[in-house]
Nanobody
């Protein structure tokens, strides 16, 4: 089992930037794709980005493409989500999670487990 802890959330004005960090411990981190997800009050959970196990490919939701960048450092067991040009609609609780199956990448949150506790991102207009 892998344990994930998110950090880096906060309050920022529209147009600003934040970098979220997902720190992992436990099972072989470098074998698993890691996803970033978000959920705003009253809305369904949304897949934001998924980084493949070796970092060679990242999927982005259309709503964040060109503004968010996710990367990973397997030597540090860490995944990052750099968020630029933030908008009020980006306000949500952001989570990271690990793919259930090694060497696989999907965008369906049901295929992920080991969810972190989440970090709040609030973007003011």
């Amino acid at each position: 089992q892998v344990q994930l802890v998110e950090s880096g959330g906060g309050l920022v004005q529209a147009g600003g930037s934040l970098r979220l960090t997902c720190a992992a411990s436990g099972r072989t981190f470098s074998s698993y794709s890691i996803g970033w997800f978000r959920q705003a009050p009253g809305k369904e959970r949304e897949t934001v980005a998924v980084v493949i196990w070796n970092g060679a490919y990242t999927y982005y939701a259309e709503s964040v493409k060109g503004r968010f960048t996710s990367s990973r450092d397997n030597a540090k067991n860490t995944v990052y989500l750099q968020m630029n040009s933030l908008k009020p609609e980006d306000t949500a609780l952001y989570y990271c999670a690990a793919q259930k199956t090694p060497y696989r990448i999907t965008m369906d949150s049901d295929d992920f487990d080991s969810w972190g506790q989440g970090t709040q991102v609030t973007v003011s207009s």
